[in-house]
């Protein structure tokens, strides 16, 4: 079931990149990730009061509420950075650069959460790699 949320999310931020490439257009990337920051916002707390899950933010603990805050930080740089990136670039260049965040998080999955490194995830993450260099070789 984890992989059809995945897939999903693939093709969510698939049409992300097109819709901003266009939305970026004669607009500040800074402006244009704040508006879009707006609109996340408020369909994230209009899904949680819709599911009933307020309630369940008073068992946040201190760790997951700093670790919720830190991820929060890292999305926000991500975000102003692919926009400038779409603004400034291809989306068939930037989106692949992008996607290095996977190769990167299996990398930094192992140092500091302790995730095994497969044969499997090592091949994954080098022909992520692999294909990105092909793919922004100009």
């Given at each position: 079931?984890?992989?059809?949320?995945?897939?999903?999310?693939?093709?969510?931020?698939?049409?992300?990149?097109?819709?901003?490439?266009?939305?970026?257009?004669?607009?500040?990337?800074?402006?244009?990730?704040?508006?879009?920051?707006?609109?996340?916002?408020?369909?994230?707390?209009?899904?949680?009061?819709?599911?009933?899950?307020l309630p369940g933010a008073s068992g946040l603990s201190r760790q997951n509420l700093l670790f919720l805050l830190l991820s929060g930080l890292a999305t926000g740089l991500s975000w102003i950075f692919y926009f400038r990136a779409l603004q400034l670039g291809?989306?068939?260049?930037?989106?692949?650069?992008?996607?290095?965040?996977?190769?990167?998080?299996?990398?930094?999955?192992?140092?500091?959460?302790?995730?095994?490194?497969?044969?499997?995830?090592?091949?994954?993450?080098?022909?992520?790699?692999?294909?990105?260099?092909?793919?922004?070789?100009?």
């Amino acid at each position: 079931m984890w992989w059809t949320y995945a897939l999903l999310s693939a093709f969510f931020a698939a049409l992300t990149a097109i819709f901003a490439k266009i939305g970026v257009r004669n607009v500040d990337s800074d402006l244009a990730t704040a508006l879009r920051t707006i609109v996340i916002t408020v369909l994230a707390w209009a899904i949680v009061l819709a599911r009933g899950k307020l309630p369940g933010a008073s068992g946040l603990s201190r760790q997951n509420l700093l670790f919720l805050l830190l991820s929060g930080l890292a999305t926000g740089l991500s975000w102003i950075f692919y926009f400038r990136a779409l603004q400034l670039g291809k989306v068939s260049q930037v989106a692949p650069v992008d996607k290095l965040s996977v190769a990167l998080a299996i990398i930094l999955s192992v140092l500091f959460l302790g995730e095994p490194l497969t044969l499997k995830t090592s091949l994954g993450a080098l022909l992520i790699i692999s294909g990105t260099l092909v793919l922004i070789a100009t």
